[in-house]
C-alpha cells in the first residue's frame, strides 16, 4: 500500500501564498504520477495539478501562472507552490498518486484545509 500526508494548508490573505507538501510511504515503487487535487463546499473535486516521475506537468487553467508543482523523488515528496492566492482558491486539497501496475487504481491523501480571506 501507499500512504500520503499532506501537510502546509492554512489561512492566507487574497495575494498570499502558501507552499503544500505531500509525502509518501509504503509501496511507493508503484508510483509515477502524483499531483494535487481540490474541493471546494459544495463542488466537485477538481484536478490543479500533477508531476510525472520524469517531471513532466499538468496544470488546471485556473492556476497556470499561479501555483507550481514540483517532485523530490529521493524524498517520495510532491509540493505546490501556490503564489497569488484568491478567494476561489480556497477548498481542501487532497494529494493523489497514480498505482502504475493498476490502470485508474490511486491513492489519497486525507485533505489540507486552504483558506484564502481577509
Known amino acids: 500500500q501507499v500512504q500520503l500526508v499532506e501537510s502546509g494548508g492554512g489561512l492566507v490573505q487574497p495575494g498570499g501564498s502558501l507552499r503544500l507538501s505531500c509525502a509518501a510511504s509504503?509501496?511507493?515503487?508503484?508510483?509515477?504520477?502524483m499531483g494535487w487535487y481540490r474541493q471546494a463546499p459544495g463542488k466537485e473535486r477538481e484536478l490543479v495539478a500533477t508531476?510525472?516521475?520524469?517531471?513532466?506537468?499538468n496544470y488546471a487553467d485556473s492556476v497556470k501562472g499561479r501555483f507550481t508543482i514540483s517532485r523530490d523523488n529521493a524524498k517520495s515528496t510532491v509540493y505546490l507552490q501556490m503564489n497569488n492566492l484568491k478567494p476561489e482558491d480556497t477548498a481542501v486539497y487532497y494529494c493523489?498518486?497514480?498505482?502504475?501496475?493498476?490502470?485508474?487504481?490511486?491513492?489519497w491523501g486525507q485533505g489540507t484545509q486552504v483558506t484564502v480571506s481577509s
Open positions: 508531476i510525472t516521475k520524469n517531471g513532466g506537468t
Open positions: 509504503g509501496s511507493i515503487f508503484k508510483i509515477n504520477t
Open positions: 493523489n498518486a497514480d498505482n502504475r501496475y493498476v490502470n485508474n487504481y490511486y491513492y
